[in-house]
């Protein structure tokens, strides 16, 4: 079953229109990136999906059933890139009181922060307020807080950002933990390595539409330009003149090569076999999502250079 | 509703227990007490007696001119413009002959000022001489006789009564002014205190950046409903604490001050008032009308201003402060920008004032009529109607529309605060304008 699926969800401000048609689904358990660059339209259409903006039209689905905002609070958790917790209240209060507005008892969000507080190591803090903690720690207590009601979807935007790689270790086994349990978790982020380690299905936005929509390994195949890297043993060939490959690019003691339409990965290994030339390795260069996200937004006016890796 | 009581709760404790809470509470009415206490110290000890010496052509001055603790005059013939410095006069006065029926000039001369009060005793001092000399003359009636006689005529007194038909209610447009002006100013005092206070409390969660957390549990009319109710009840609770507190104080007061220093007090105000003639009269005037208002008021009535005081004390303070949180949701983390969108909510108090003195003296009039349904100026005008009768001069359906639209006048403002919030929370650093809340308020978002 989907626990989320969007139809032709559309939202315009005053001069622009944010988020153009956009559809998609989500089965349970799945892990999911929105990508885009900025002003893609990501942040709309998660606040829309959080009941926090109206859609002007389209429709979403949550467990097959149209999406209520107010009942279905309870079965959504957001972190939003904008983080912020009530600065002068105590963590423990503040939490169970978070708890509480999403509609759990008083008394279950006190177990289950005690809970959540002892799987973190966080017990002390109890009684500290949110101005004296470091950002980690304060991001640390806002992935409890949004997971604590044990929503079916969460949707994270940027949940990585300030953590040192203990941290995000211990949240990104949450994520992995919580997918299993049987949660949808949709995970925003402009950090492609991340994107690529976690997420089973991405979705690209940019200008308000939806530009790719696809497993991981399924876009790279997608995007893949059939390059390869040969390693060979002793000194590199200058020239290669053979119809079935073009050599692209020089490492120490190996070559990229492109294969040529109609020809197949067997016709460069006969090739350097003829040659009586050693190979040591062969692998297929698949393209990173980074690659392949500049590619897509690169020169479209709202894009926002990426750093390469 | 279970939410909206969550938002309440969360508001009202996290308040309550904060320390510059605590400490405004507790320390301004000790301020207050230690200000008043310090400027009464510094009046009695300030206070200087002025010694005139008076040279008189007319001869009579003498036996009307009496010295009190705050003048004493001295009519010795030894002391003239030249050395009354040396003979420790601060002033000389020369009063020449006055012919009847013709302005004259005196003089005063002085080295150091007397000050305007002092100066105006001085000269109704001097024309109450002529006059008790002149009645004194012509009628041969002392002052004295004259003070009891008027003392004695003030024995009528009027009664206004409300015609019902058969039977007569009795009225009084004092008492409705006295709780008019109390409603009045209560609740612009508390909304002039508080209404800042919800305002920059509908700004937290902006300036915190938790408002996509908590509008994604709650509605935002949820939100502004919970807050504007909590910080109304902490404005309530410090208001209250205030006045006992205060009253506490002044009990207390009175145990330790000695006595002399009272008495001084008392003696200082009635030489104030010595220069205001009418004054004690005044006083006692009014304590007369409150008496009469009292006697004048059933019980039935009274308890019908009581209920009404408190339905539109509470409605018109929560009316306001609904809209201080519309203005609150549209500002954001800077509070200059709210300075100016402040004035239009407080105009209307203002007027409802000037509006509330024409409906006591007309409480059947149009103006008063429609100003005391329309919910900006009910709270205020309405309450100097109540008092002259309720199913007379107010008929059950204005009292039952006024309260009706000010209840929904307070949501109203609330779900546009909330409608207001939804859009413009998530707008940082952009400064709205009137035009642009406008189209929050009345755009799907």
């Keep these: 079953m989907n626990i989320l699926e969007v139809k032709d969800l559309e939202k315009s401000f005053a001069t622009q229109l944010a988020v153009d048609k956009i559809s998609f689904q989500l089965g349970q358990g799945s892990i999911f990136g929105l990508l885009g660059p900025n002003g893609a339209g990501k942040t709309t259409l998660i606040r829309m999906v959080t009941g926090i903006f109206y859609p002007d039209s389209g429709s979403i689905l949550l467990a097959g059933r149209p999406f209520a905002p107010q009942e279905d609070s309870i079965r959504i958790g957001y972190m939003p890139e904008e983080r912020g917790l009530y600065k002068k209240m105590k963590i423990g209060e503040q939490a169970v009181y978070l708890a509480q507005l999403k509609g759990m008892s008083k008394s279950d969000a006190t177990r289950k922060v005690k809970e959540w507080f002892v799987r973190f190591e966080m017990q002390t803090w109890w009684n500290k ?18 997971v604590l009601h044990e929503p079916s979807l969460i949707i994270l935007d940027e949940p990585f950002s300030g953590l040192d790689p203990v941290n995000a270790n211990l949240i990104k086994d949450e994520i992995y933990g919580l997918a299993r349990k049987g949660a949808t978790i949709i995970f925003s982020t402009h950090r492609m390595e991340q994107v690529e380690e976690i997420c089973d299905h991405i979705i690209l936005m940019n200008k308000g539409k939806k530009i790719l929509d696809g497993t991981v390994s399924g876009v790279k195949q997608q995007f893949k ?40 990965p067997n016709d460069v290994l006969r090739f350097f076999i003829d040659r009586g030339q050693n190979i040591t390795s062969f692998t297929e260069i698949l393209p990173s999502l980074n690659d392949i996200f500049i590619r897509l937004v690169e020169g479209t006016p709202l894009s926002r250079q990426f750093e390469q890796r | 509703m279970k939410k909206i009581w969550l938002i309440t709760r969360r508001e009202y404790s996290t308040r309550i227990r904060n320390k510059t809470f605590l400490l405004s509470t507790f320390l301004l009415p000790l301020v207050f007490v230690i200000f008043i206490a310090g400027s009464v110290l510094i009046s009695t000890q300030t206070h200087t007696r002025h010694r005139i010496a008076v040279i008189d052509a007319n001869g009579y001055f003498k036996d009307y001119l009496k010295s009190d603790s705050a003048i004493s005059f001295d009519f010795s013939p030894a002391i003239d413009s030249t050395n009354y410095e040396q003979k420790g006069c601060t002033a000389m006065l020369i009063i020449p002959l006055l012919p009847e029926g013709q302005k004259t000039n005196y003089r005063l001369k002085y080295k150091k000022q007397l000050g305007l009060a002092g100066t105006s005793d001085l000269e109704n001092r001097v024309d109450n001489a002529i006059t008790d000399h002149l009645i004194f003359e012509k009628t041969a009636i002392s002052r004295s006789k004259l003070d009891t006689i008027r003392h004695n005529s003030d024995i009528a007194q009027i009664m206004s009564y409300e015609d019902l038909g058969k039977t007569a209610k009795a009225s009084n447009s004092g008492i409705s002014f006295v709780f008019a002006y109390i409603s009045g100013f209560l609740i612009y005092l508390l909304t002039f205190i508080y209404g800042a206070m919800v305002m920059r409390g509908v700004m937290e969660e902006k300036t915190n950046r938790i408002a996509e957390v908590v509008v994604s549990s709650v509605r935002p009319f949820q939100l ?78 009274l308890l019908v201003i009581f209920f009404c005081f408190l339905f539109y004390f509470t409605g018109g ?41 024409v409906a006591v003296q007309d409480p059947g009039g149009p ?75 009345f755009r799907n978002s």
């Excluded at chain 2, 009272?262 to 009014?286: F, H, I, P, T």
Aim: no cysteine.
């Design chain 2, 224 to 301: 502004m409903m919970g807050k504007i109710t909590g910080i109304g009840a902490v404005g309530l609770t410090q208001f209250l604490l205030w006045v006992v507190l205060l009253v506490g104080l002044a009990i207390l007061a009175q145990g330790f001050v000695p006595a002399s220093t009272w008495k001084e007090v008392q003696e200082l105000q009635q030489a104030g008032q010595m220069g205001n003639a009418g004054a004690a009269l005044k006083v006692s005037d009014m304590a007369n009308r409150l008496y009469g208002v009292r006697s004048a008021i059933d019980g039935g009535t």
């Design chain 1, 129 to 146: 307020k949110v101005e004296d903690l470091s950002k980690g720690m304060s991001q640390k207590l806002q992935f409890v807080i949004t």
């Design chain 1, 225 to 264: 330009e059939d390059l390869f890297r040969i390693g060979l043993e002793g000194e590199l060939p200058t020239t290669a003149e053979t119809a079935s490959f073009a050599v692209v690019g020089r490492e120490a003691n190996s070559l990229v090569v492109k294969i040529a339409a109609g020809h197949r």
């Design chain 2, 367 to 441: 103006l008063a009529v429609w100003a005391s349904i329309i919910p900006f100026s009910s709270p205020i005008v309405m309450m100097a109607r109540i008092p002259f009768g309720v199913p007379g001069t107010v008929p059950f359906w204005q009292l039952g529309l006024s309260m009706l639209l000010l209840v929904l006048g307070f949501v109203g403002n609330t779900w546009l605060a909330g409608k207001i919030y939804r859009t413009g929370i998530l707008m940082y650093g952009k400064k709205p304008s009137w035009k642009m809340m406008w189209k929050w308020a």
């Design chain 2, 317 to 357: 303070y929560l009316f306001y402060s609904a809209l201080f949180a519309a203005v609150g949701s549209a500002v954001n983390e800077d509070p200059q920008e709210a300075q100016s969108l402040m004035l239009p909510i407080t105009l209307p108090v203002i007027f409802s004032f000037v509006i509330m003195s």
